[in-house]
Nanobody, 127 residues
Framework: QVQLVESGGGLVQAGGSLRLSCAASGRTFSLYAMGWFRQVPGKEREFVTATSRSGDSTTYADSVKGRFTISRDNARNTVYLQMNSLKPEDTAVYSC????????????????????WGRGTQVTVSS
């Protein structure tokens, strides 16, 4: 099975920045569409952003547009989430997800479509 491991979470003040990383095992990372989701206790998992196999196509939730950026380095089997201008409402456990994609331009925003998940990393934004 493909394993995904997130890192880079922590405690930051409102207006600050964090960069999350998601390292994947396996030899076919470049064939996976990737996404980031977040969840807080008592609430449903929320889509954050997703990217295609090459990283050329991306999409973002309205709540993070202009502040967050997803990118990937297929040579390093890693996807990143750059988070700027953080707000207290961004506080959550952030998880990355992967699924094989047949087309290079496919972007998947539905959690149920993803096959592999990391265990998440905590991001806390203080006022």
């Amino acid at each position: 099975q493909v394993q995904l491991v997130e890192s880079g979470g922590g405690l930051v003040q409102a207006g600050g920045s964090l960069r999350l990383s998601c390292a994947a095992s396996g030899r076919t990372f470049s064939l996976y569409a990737m996404g980031w989701f977040r969840q807080v206790p008592g609430k449903e998992r929320e889509f954050v952003t997703a990217t295609s196999r090459s990283g050329d196509s991306t999409t973002y939730a309205d709540s993070v547009k202009g502040r967050f950026t997803i990118s990937r380095d297929n040579a390093r089997n890693t996807v990143y989430l750059q988070m700027n201008s953080l707000k207290p409402e961004d506080t959550a456990v952030y998880s990355c997800a992967a699924v094989p994609a047949a087309l290079s331009t496919t972007v998947i925003i539905t959690a149920e479509r993803y096959r592999y998940w990391g265990r998440g990393t905590q991001v806390t934004v203080s006022s």
